[in-house]
Nanobody
Framework: QVQLVESGGGLVQSGGSLRLSCAPP????????AGWYRQAPGERRELVGT???????NYVDSVKGRFTISRDNAKKTVFLQMNNLKPEDTAVYYC?????????????????WGQGTPVTVSS
């Protein structure tokens, strides 16, 4: 099982910004598609947005115009830029990546998750 490396969470005031990062643990992987999820205390995990293999992004209505998912293929990292944060954005954020790597004989596809990074927005 592949554990992604997440970073960038923290405490920010309402209206502030944070950028979350997510990367696979080794350079053998390439990133296909990506998704960011969040789970607030006492709530179900919900999808925040996705980025397809062709870099088409989609977002849940509550974050449209404020959040942006992007990737840096050279650094093999996916980002979630969060602007104009609101208290209701407070949650643990998880990244989910579709990874590919070659094992010497064939291409392997892996669905991997990050450990979660907490984001707290104060009012």
């Amino acid at each position: 099982q592949v554990q992604l490396v997440e970073s960038g969470g923290g405490l920010v005031q309402s209206g502030g910004s944070l950028r979350l990062s997510c990367a696979p643990p080794g350079s053998i992987y390439t990133i296909d598609a990506a998704g960011w999820y969040r789970q607030a205390p006492g709530e179900r995990r919900e999808l925040v947005g996705t980025l397809s293999s062709s870099d088409i992004a989609n977002y849940v209505d509550s974050v449209k115009g404020r959040f942006t998912i992007s990737r840096d293929n050279a650094k093999k990292t996916v980002f979630l830029q969060m602007n104009n944060l609101k208290p209701e954005d407070t949650a643990v954020y998880y990244c989910n990546l579709g990874l590919k790597y070659y094992n010497g004989r064939r291409e392997i596809v892996v669905d991997a998750w990050g450990q979660g990074t907490p984001v707290t927005v104060s009012s």
